[in-house]
């Protein structure tokens, strides 16, 4: 079996609000994608994520997403329970 990898990183906007930090999130190489600190699964309490997605290569202004890219560390793969404005 082969292991997943990051193929890009790509910027994720807020569907449902706009002035909110965009988040970066790694298009993973089985098709899948994640954000790169927790607070990108807007959705659900923590559970699910909705966005605009970006161009290929580029990256969100939360500069937590930022640090995470930089260090090279995997993507958050599970949300973490916390307060969401939509859904």
Known sequence: MSEVTID???SGEDRN???ALTHTY????DGSLAPMCGYGWNRSGGDRFSI???SPG???DCKLCRKNVAAGKLPVFD???H???WL
């Not at 790694?26 to 190489?29: H, N």
């Open 8 to 10: 890009y990183y790509r």
């Open 17 to 19: 609000e706009p002035n």
């Open 26 to 29: 790694a298009q993973m190489s």
């Open 52 to 54: 605009f997605r970006g």
């Open 58 to 60: 580029t990256e969100g």
């Open 79 to 81: 949300g973490f329970p």
């Open 83 to 85: 307060k969401t404005k």
